[in-house]
């Protein structure tokens, strides 16, 4: 959004190590002191917003998390009111020149994932410079307002739900709405785009009829009820195919569990330093999803080469450097592969067994598919609904700017 490095407002904590502290300052980073850290700080954030503000009136873009922390809920937590004081502290120091206010919506698709695909949505920007311009005399109020407004906007890019009650269920509903019916719109809109539809298919329904949003909650959770006493999935292959295109996804799964026994060797490989950080990363990492597999990747790199290195050491003792060097080089993805099958083969071994269940209980399978197709079909319904609702929001882009 801004083609330029963004200097970010991170918590004090991570500050106070010499060399982490020493990095984030060299990047421009600055301290934010809050009151859950430590309440006697809490008056240093003063100079900390002067400082962002100072960076904004020069032009240089600043990073700030509006609800003060960062989380893993499906809805947005109480904005405070520092990205509206750095504004119009910025506003009296920029002299004229604009300052802008951009929403940024950071969604992952899979948030403990490493490398999950992330949707970033840019929201409708304010002018701080106009903002406080028609608010002048009564900077309080307009700061007030302009945080309501930067709520609204937040909601507006990320998945956001108005109850959080919803929020177990929503994955369920992923499964259960129906899909798009054009391939092109499928391979279009990402999955966390299709979350966010959902979501706000949720909050309309919620405050228009929420004796009709609570019955269909009630049915989708006793239609899950049903399938974990049955120990199927809700997403579970047998709802989504049939006959040989069930079968031959069986039998797959069955091949895939041939290589087991290499990726059983790259583990044993591996296992030493594996453990040694899944019980070392815990001690610096903060709270929340994101913050996993980020120091999972700190702590693993210099365990895992000092491995290697000492594996090349173990087999040169034993053999010449040649083959030491040809044994140790595969070791890398040897673990990665080892790695990723586990993480599928999870999933993998549990479709395998609700098919072979499911398959030899054609009466219970009838039943499952059934009520699954029943629920589909209500919430096709409340679709097609929310569509009419909000045609803008699903107008194929061509023909919109065609139109």
């Known amino acids: 959004a801004t083609q330029r490095p963004v200097r970010f407002m991170a918590k004090a904590p991570l500050f106070e190590g010499r060399v982490l502290g020493a990095l984030l300052r060299s990047v421009g980073m600055i301290p934010a002191y809050r009151a859950s850290d430590d309440k006697s700080s809490v008056r ?12 904004l009136a020069k032009g240089l873009p600043m990073g700030i998390f509006p609800e003060g922390k960062s989380h893993d809920l499906t809805h947005v937590e109480q904005v405070k009111t520092g990205a509206a004081r750095i504004a119009q502290q910025a506003v009296a120091l920029a002299e004229g020149k604009p300052v802008w206010v951009v929403p940024l919506g950071i969604n992952y698709e899979e948030k403990p994932r ?93 405050s228009k009829d929420p004796e009709r949003a609570g019955a269909i909650t009630a049915r989708v959770a006793a239609h899950e009820e049903a399938l974990g006493q049955a120990g199927v999935r809700i997403n579970s292959p047998v709802f989504q195919y049939t006959g040989a295109a069930l079968f031959w996804r069986f039998a797959f799964k069955i091949y895939r569990v041939v290589f087991a026994l290499p990726a059983l060797i790259g583990t044993l490989l591996h296992l030493i330093p594996f453990v040694l950080v899944r019980l070392i990363s815990p001690r610096f990492e903060g709270i929340g999803k994101t913050t996993t597999s980020l120091y999972r990747i700190l702590v693993g790199l210099p365990f895992y080469g000092v491995w290697y290195v000492a594996a090349w050491f173990v087999l040169h003792l034993y053999t010449d450097a040649k083959i030491a060097t040809v044994s140790v080089l595969p070791m890398p993805l040897i673990g990665i592969f080892a790695f990723h099958y586990w993480i599928n083969a ?57 139109a």
């Open 44 to 55: 240093r954030n003063v100079e900390s917003l002067s400082v962002a503000a100072e960076n």
């Open 114 to 206: 490493f490398r999950s695909r992330v949707w970033v949505a840019v929201g409708e920007t304010v002018d701080a410079t106009a903002w406080f311009a028609e608010h002048e005399g009564n900077e309080k109020q307009a700061m007030r307002q302009l945080t309501i407004a930067l709520d609204e906007r937040l909601k507006a890019v990320v998945v956001h739900l108005d109850d959080a009650r919803w929020g177990p269920l929503l994955d369920d509903l992923e499964w259960l709405a129906p899909v798009y019916a054009s391939a092109d719109k499928v391979r279009a809109v990402s999955r966390v785009q299709r979350r966010k539809n959902i979501a706000e298919a949720i909050n309309y329904f919620e």
């Open 346 to 402: 999870g999933v993998v071994w549990r479709s395998l067994r609700e098919e072979a269940k499911l398959l030899f209980n054609a009466k219970l399978l009838a039943e499952l598919r059934a009520e699954n197709l029943a629920v589909k079909e209500q919430i096709a319904e409340l679709g097609d609904e929310y569509r009419e609702a909000f045609p803008d929001k699903f107008a194929d882009p061509e023909s919109a700017a065609s």
